[in-house]
């Protein structure tokens, strides 16, 4: 059983910077699809990026190209997320994600607030 432990979250002003950490255990995390979403109170929860296992390749929601940046420590099993250029929409609650095979797993998520 993988688990997922979110950390990182905070309050921000717009424009600052935060750095999210997933940690990962209970499974081969060089092998994962790690991915990072976030959710808002009454919407559903969208997609923000995703790395492939090597490092391979990154994939960003339109929203957050060019202000975010998801990395992969393999030695930590740990993946970041990390947020530059912070705007009020991008407050959410974050989630991690992984990819095992067929199965996904989530962490519990981790508050992020950006005010004016």
């Known amino acids: 059983q993988v688990q997922l432990v979110e950390s990182g979250g905070g309050l921000v002003q717009a424009g600052g910077s935060l750095r999210l950490s997933c940690a990962a255990s209970g499974g081969r995390f060089a092998t994962m699809t790690m991915g990072w979403y976030r959710q808002v109170p009454g919407k559903q929860r969208e997609f923000v990026a995703q790395?492939?296992?090597?490092?391979?390749?990154?994939n960003y929601a339109d929203s957050v190209k060019g202000r975010f940046t998801i990395s992969r420590d393999n030695a930590k099993n740990t993946v970041y997320l990390q947020m530059n250029s912070l705007k009020p929409e991008d407050a959410a609650v974050y989630y991690c994600?992984?990819?095992?095979?067929?199965?996904?797993?989530w962490g519990q998520g981790t508050q992020v607030t950006v005010s004016l």
């Open positions: 790395i492939t296992p090597g490092n391979i390749n990154t």
């Open positions: 994600n992984a990819i095992v095979g067929f199965n996904g797993y």
